[in-house]
Structure formats: structure tokens, C-alpha cells
């Protein structure tokens, strides 16, 4: 007697089975979901400045805010009408953008759509920072899935990972610095000089560097 046919698993459209989670997939989560609240945060800005219109481009999403005048007011670029609805859309992009970076990394232009998220994040108002790290993730995540196996030894392996955990944390340590951080500094000092918001961006993605490049070392070789 022959027994019943064996169920076929039916994977999603698009669903890459190559793709599992690794340091390089944590990578990408992090930093994607940092980018979101990034760009949430510009959105906020954005609304709590009305409905008038925007009169140029190029514009401040906190406008003349005393906490953010370390962060320049927080430049934001926009081609939708008005303060509001840019902020609105801001909000909606960089949610859309986090959900990607956290539930869709599974698919094989998972990268791709989240460049595409961050470019359009860019055009509707949240800001350059948040975008430009979108990008990198974007990039970064295109990477999932290409690891193949090395011969490194166990203690090289160990390494490898807490390089990449520590350089992780020292490159969200080093955003969160920038707002919150040093919008809580102007509010505590009220003063500052522009030289840090450049030392402590520097700092942000020359660690994102660091982390990237130790994530895909563990990947291959672990």
C-alpha cells in the first residue's frame, strides 16, 4: 500500500531559503530599526509645526527649537506642500522602513526595497541621516545569504563575534548620541560648538563601518 504523498512546503514569492539569520542579518535589523525612529523623530518635528506650507525645499524639521539648535534644527528635504503632511508622510516611510528591516530579510530584494524606502524617506522629509544610514543597510543587507563557510579556528571565531557585537553597539551608541544625546546636552548647557555633532558622526558610522566589516568576517568564517 502506498502512503500518502509527502506535503509540500510553499515558501513566499520572493522568499530566499538561502537567507538565515547571522551577524550580518543582525546588522541590518539594528541599524535599520535606528534609521526608523530617526526618521519618526524628523516627522515629529515636522508636524508639530503645522500646516503651513513649506517655503522652500530644503527646510528645518524642528525649526527654530532651542533643543536642536546643536543639530542645526534637524535639515530635512521635502517635495510634498506643507509641514504636516510631510511630517505625516515621514512617519509612514520610516515605519514602513523599520518593519522591512525587521520582517522582510527573508526575501531576496530585501536590500533593494529598502534602498528604495530610504530614497523616498529622503523626498518626503526625514532628513539626510536617517535615509543615508538606510542606504548603507539597503546595501549591507544585499549581503544576506552570500556568506560561505571558512576554515577559521574556534578562538578566531569567537573574536570575530565580539568585535562585530561591540562595534554594533558603539555604532547605535554613537546615533543615539547625536539626538537624543546632544539635543539633552544643548537643553542641559545651552551651548555648544558644531565641532561635536561633527566628531560624534564621524564616530556613528566609522563604527557602522567597523560593524559591517566584522559581521561579514563572521559570517564567512562561522
Do not use: K
Not at 506643507?82 to 518593519?99: E, H, M, N, P
Amino acid at each position: 500500500m502506498v502512503g500518502p504523498a509527502p506535503l509540500r512546503t510553499v515558501r513566499p514569492a520572493g522568499e530566499d531559503v538561502s537567507r538565515r539569520p547571522n551577524a550580518t542579518w543582525r546588522t541590518v535589523q539594528w541599524l535599520g530599526v535606528l534609521a526608523a525612529i530617526m526618521g519618526v523623530e524628523h516627522g515629529i518635528g515636522e508636524v508639530t509645526q503645522g500646516w503651513q506650507r513649506l517655503p522652500e525645499p530644503m527646510f528645518t524639521a524642528w525649526g527654530d527649537a532651542e533643543a536642536f539648535h546643536l543639530v542645526g534644527g534637524e535639515p530635512a528635504l521635502s517635495v510634498l506642500p506643507s509641514y504636516t503632511v510631510s511630517g505625516l508622510a515621514s512617519i509612514a516611510v520610516a515605519c514602513a522602513l523599520g518593519v522591512w528591516c525587521t520582517t522582510q530579510l527573508h526575501r531576496r530584494r530585501a536590500g533593494e526595497e529598502i534602498i528604495l524606502l530610504s530614497v523616498v524617506l529622503l523626498v518626503v522629509g526625514g532628513g539626510f541621516g536617517p535615509p543615508v544610514i538606510g542606504v548603507l543597510v539597503g546595501a549591507f543587507a544585499t549581503r544576506i545569504g552570500a556568506a560561505t563557510p571558512g576554515t577559521w579556528s574556534g578562538p578566531e571565531r569567537i573574536a570575530s563575534l565580539r568585535l562585530w557585537r561591540w562595534a554594533l553597539a558603539a555604532a547605535v551608541a554613537g546615533f543615539l548620541a547625536l539626538v537624543p544625546g546632544l539635543v539633552l546636552l544643548a537643553l542641559v548647557v545651552r551651548t555648544g560648538s558644531p565641532s561635536i555633532v561633527l566628531a560624534v558622526t564621524s564616530f556613528a558610522f566609522a563604527a557602522t563601518a567597523a560593524a559591517m566589516t566584522a559581521a561579514r568576517a563572521h559570517d564567512r568564517h562561522g
